[in-house]
């Protein structure tokens, strides 16, 4: 059964540590992103990766960081730098480059306090 | 530039009512359209998708024509449940980006 897995669902966290969110996808995806979502609003860009050991910022890189060491994998890590953390957080798969569509995990809401 | 407008929600109807969520487009190039879904504490599902001018999407009784004239995408459906209640985003890809709208909250009440 094909998906994205998103671990875990609820994460609470105490003001200035870093936490990471995990992201896993089986079905053979070259691209994979992170999106903060905030209450009532879109869907804002994080980090994405097009290939192994590659990434590019979003519009919002700033206090998270990524890696993507496997194809399967691209953990997000919010780091204490980032001011309002609190939030629910998605990632998305596709195919690669050419329109292809996106696919998303369940999401991980975060609360930091 | 590349960006999506949505109509501002939220949305309230009746069911049985007939849905329009409009979504309209900037875009370079000929990009691929997408209207999601996303329920209470979930991720975004795809729900219909349109990769050229004049194509028509269609997914669970929803449908959305590529109107290439126009720059629009519109999300309609005849008869609405209870069950269809949910934030709805369109989307389109340009090369390798996405770009979401805003989301509109529809809310069908019995």
């Known amino acids: 059964d094909g998906g994205i897995t998103q671990s875990p669902k609820y994460l609470f966290r105490k003001e200035g540590q870093n936490v990471t969110l995990s992201c896993e996808q089986n079905?053979?995806?070259?691209?994979m992103y992170w999106y903060r979502q905030d209450p009532g609003q879109g869907l804002r860009l994080i980090y994405y990766?097009?290939?192994?050991?590659?990434?590019q910022k979003g519009d919002i890189a700033e206090g998270y960081s990524v890696s993507r060491e496997k194809k399967e994998s691209f953990p997000l890590t919010v780091t204490s730098a980032q001011k309002n953390p609190t939030a629910f957080y998605l990632c998305?798969?596709?195919?690669?480059?050419?329109?292809?569509?996106?696919?998303f995990g369940p999401g991980t809401r975060l609360t930091v306090t | 530039g590349n960006s999506v407008t949505q109509m501002e929600g939220p949305v309230t109807l009746s069911e049985e009512a007939f849905l329009t969520i409009n979504c309209t487009y900037t875009?370079?190039?000929?990009?691929?359209l997408f209207w999601y879904v996303q329920y209470p504490g979930e991720g975004l599902q795809l729900l219909l998708k349109?990769?050229?001018?004049?194509d028509k999407g269609s997914n669970k009784g929803f449908e959305a024509t590529y109107r290439k004239e126009t720059t629009s995408f519109h999300l309609e459906k005849g008869s609405v449940q209870v069950s269809d209640s949910a934030v709805y985003f369109c989307?389109?890809?340009?090369?390798?980006?996405?770009?979401f709208g805003t989301g509109t909250s529809l809310t069908v009440i019995p």
């Open positions: 998305a798969s596709s195919a690669g480059q050419g329109g292809y569509e996106q696919y």
């Open positions: 079905l053979n995806h070259d691209a």
């Open positions: 990766s097009q290939i192994v050991n590659d990434f």
């Open positions: 875009a370079t190039g000929y990009p691929s």
């Open positions: 349109a990769t050229k001018a004049d």
């Open positions: 989307a389109l890809i340009s090369g390798n980006q996405f770009y």
